[in-house]
């Protein structure tokens, strides 16, 4: 360790000068040598933004390239984070007519004699039916958030740190997204199922090694104080439970499959059934969704921690796993998300930049989603 003892000084910089600099034991926290020492706490000089009411006077803004280029990052980073949005019916009108709601038409099934069809009688003319439709909406707003950093960061760090801003940023923007998504299909009025306790291979004492075991009759089973050797998991039958739950309401299905959303702990005991098929292991290998673990018969299992979770008491926890089958939920973007830079401040010293966009969520069939809830 090089003696820092007649460095760089003032509240701020990148390290403090003090006394005994060249003893790690005792410098500061807020030095320069991350790994001997407690991590740096925020600073003026990183993670400040500009003061409130202060007025930007004089900026100069990104080229049009720059910020074409810089969005297309933000984009690129944050697929490996989404996975509800992949899902969603996306709407674009709002791109090219002015408004901040767009609307959906969607027609009723005309009823059918569940006993005669649609038999006709020879000589008798056919009786005409009205079409009976309703109109849902999305409503759009403003989505970003932005991130500055000082013009002496940029010149003494040994980082590109407008690059990594930009990796934050698309981040950012994917929790945002799909945490939107996820929260439109989980205020749906659908249906919910439940775990199962003592579920083959984990039957106890039970040699069927088919044992579905004892479902929980209620949510308040699964959310409540639940004991260590009465947990209600995610197990194949629960797979089974929720898609005849959309079968039976005649929600199509996303191209060939339902495709449920679990929790890793969720998705801990499904690897561990003989009938979950890993993506790996497909018999013809494909374009694969994002977050696709694999699959049981025709349910597509994506794993993600952004389904939700809480303590269900006596130290456990409950998680909300979700399956959805086709048309569940809609995407209204007005305004792609690109990168907007906010200028120079205080003649050059600080520099801003954010990620923006205008779109709105909002749930289309809500009999197409169920609520899985399991330990």
């Keep these: 360790m090089p003696d820092i003892s007649g460095g760089i000084s003032g509240t701020g910089n990148l390290y403090s000068g003090v006394t005994n600099g060249a003893n790690p034991a005792v410098v500061p926290v807020g030095g320069a040598f991350l790994g001997v020492q407690a991590p740096p706490g925020p600073s003026g000089l990183?993670?400040?933004?500009?003061?409130?009411?202060?007025?930007?006077?004089?900026?100069?803004?990104?080229?049009?390239?720059?910020?074409?280029?810089?969005?297309?990052?933000?984009?690129?980073?944050?697929?490996?984070?989404?996975?509800?949005?992949?899902?969603?019916?996306?709407?674009?009108?709002?791109?090219?007519?002015?408004?901040?709601?767009?609307?959906?038409?969607?027609?009723?099934?005309?009823?059918?004699?569940?006993?005669?069809?649609?038999?006709?009688t020879e000589g008798v003319r056919m009786s005409t039916r009205a079409l009976s439709a309703f109109q849902y909406r999305i409503n759009v707003a403003e989505q970003g958030t932005a991130v500055a950093v000082s013009e002496l960061l940029l010149h003494a760090s040994f980082d590109d740190v407008m690059a990594s801003a930009?990796?934050?940023?698309?981040?950012?923007?994917?929790?945002?997204?799909?945490?939107?998504?996820?929260?439109?299909?989980?205020?749906?009025?659908?249906?919910?199922?439940?775990?199962?306790?003592?579920?083959?291979?984990?039957?106890?004492?039970?040699?069927?090694?088919?044992?579905?075991?004892t479902k929980a009759a209620t949510a308040a089973a699964v959310t409540g104080a639940v004991a260590a050797t009465n947990k209600y998991y995610l197990t194949p039958h629960t797979v089974k439970d929720a898609v005849q739950a959309l079968a039976s309401l005649n929600i199509p299905r996303l191209g060939e499959t339902y495709v449920m959303f679990a929790h890793?702990?969720?998705?801990?005991?499904?690897?561990?059934?003989?009938?979950?098929?890993?993506?790996?292991?497909?018999?013809?290998?494909?374009?694969?969704?994002?977050?696709?673990?694999?699959?049981?018969?025709?349910?597509?299992?994506?794993?993600?921690?952004?389904?939700?979770?809480?303590?269900?008491?006596?130290?456990?926890?409950?998680?909300?796993?979700?399956?959805?089958g086709d048309n569940a939920f809609g995407h209204a973007v007005s305004l792609p998300v690109e990168l907007r830079d906010g200028g120079v401040l205080d003649f050059g010293r600080e520099h801003a930049l954010a990620w923006y966009a205008i779109w709105g969520w909002g749930s289309i069939t809500p009999q197409a989603v169920v609520r899985v809830l399991t330990n």
């Design 46 to 120: 990183v993670t400040q933004g500009y003061p409130q009411g202060t007025a930007i006077t004089g900026s100069t803004s990104l080229t049009p390239a720059i910020q074409t280029v810089w969005s297309r990052e933000i984009l690129f980073q944050a697929m490996p984070i989404l996975r509800f949005e992949q899902f969603a019916v996306k709407k674009t009108e709002l791109g090219v007519t002015p408004g901040l709601t767009v609307n959906f038409m969607k027609y009723n099934n005309l009823d059918v004699d569940s006993v005669n069809g649609s038999t006709l």
């Design 166 to 213: 930009s990796r934050l940023l698309g981040r950012h923007m994917a929790q945002s997204m799909d945490y939107q998504a996820r929260n439109t299909l989980m205020t749906a009025p659908g249906s919910e199922v439940y775990g199962y306790d003592d579920a083959a291979p984990y039957q106890g004492a039970s040699s069927n090694i088919y044992d579905p075991g």
């Design 264 to 324: 890793p702990a969720q998705a801990r005991r499904l690897r561990d059934s003989p009938e979950f098929i890993e993506v790996t292991k497909y018999a013809a290998p494909g374009n694969f969704m994002l977050g696709e673990i694999g699959r049981l018969w025709d349910v597509v299992i994506i794993e993600t921690t952004q389904v939700a979770y809480a303590a269900a008491g006596a130290g456990n926890n409950y998680y909300e796993g979700l399956m959805i």
